[in-house]
């Protein structure tokens, strides 16, 4: 099964693809994530896509692009994958709809989850992120056991730097610029499922299983 997140930042995408990750056995795929780790590591590729990414902008298709087409070509997305943040730019969706065809595959749902803006920049400044592994908490809705230090792997939480209300309002805006164009890209491909990602995040994610079966 392969699946597409669509939605503003802080909408739950990172939530709700993880929990279909675990719950359907296919790899969660987070651009994002990606780049944290490269900056984390301080790569080459983690400085460039930094200097976009603490500015709230996005990262360059190009650079993007080839990232997430050498992950999904691993064994492991064989039987699919559930991307969150890719595609964020209608290039970048004829570039994955490509690689797909490609293989005579076909993507098959593009799960929006629907948050108003004022929602979002609430959400954000509680959320913490563990930048070692990758989970994501918030301050009143996902409280890690510890304050301050992540459940899964004991490591420390932080605000990551563009979750500042000031990127928020950037990302915000970019998002209606160029990613959500890709709703209607993909209600035109008939693959396009919307949820409300208001309601509680178990809420969210039972609406979810209900599109992709159980
Ligand atoms: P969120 O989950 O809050 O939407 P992400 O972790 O997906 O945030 O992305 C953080 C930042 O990484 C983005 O603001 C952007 O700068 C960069 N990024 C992630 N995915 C992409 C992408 N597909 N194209 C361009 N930039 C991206
Ligand atoms: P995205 O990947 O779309 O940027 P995340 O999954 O990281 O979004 O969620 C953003 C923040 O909101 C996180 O702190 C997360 O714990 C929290 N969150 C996610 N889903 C919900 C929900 N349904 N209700 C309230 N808070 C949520
Ligand atoms: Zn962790």
Redesign the pocket.
């Known amino acids: 099964m392969k699946i597409i997140m669509l939605?503003?930042?802080?909408?739950g995408?990172?939530t709700q693809a993880k929990m279909i990750a675990d719950q359907y056995g296919i790899p969660h795929i987070?651009?994002?994530?990606?780049?944290?780790a490269n900056i984390k590591e301080q790569t080459e590729l983690g400085m460039e896509?930094k200097t976009?990414?603490d500015?709230?902008?996005?990262?360059?298709?190009e650079?993007?692009v080839k990232i997430?087409l050498d992950r999904v070509a691993k064994d492991d997305c064989k039987s699919g994958y559930v991307l969150?943040?890719?595609?964020?730019?209608i290039p970048?969706a004829e570039v994955l709809d490509k690689a797909v065809k490609e293989l005579n595959e076909t993507i098959d749902y593009a799960i929006n989850v629907e948050v108003p803006d004022e929602n979002i920049i609430k959400r954000?400044s509680g959320?913490r992120a563990c930048l070692a592994c990758g989970a994501t908490y918030h301050v009143e809705h996902v409280p890690p056991k510890k304050e301050g230090i992540c459940d899964r792997c004991g490591k420390e939480l932080v605000l990551?730097d563009?979750?500042k209300p000031e990127t928020v309002k950037k990302?915000l805006e970019?998002?209606h610029a160029q990613t959500q164009p890709l709703i209607e890209y993909y209600n035109k491909k008939n693959i396009l499922k919307e949820v409300d990602g208001t309601k509680d995040m178990k809420d969210v994610f039972a609406d979810i299983v209900k599109i992709l079966g159980a």
């Open positions: 939605g503003a930042p802080g909408a995408k990172g987070s651009t994002g994530d990606i780049f944290r896509a976009y990414m500015k709230g902008a996005l990262v360059p298709d650079l993007t997430l969150d943040g890719f595609p964020r730019t970048q954000m959320r990551r563009d979750d990302r970019v998002y």
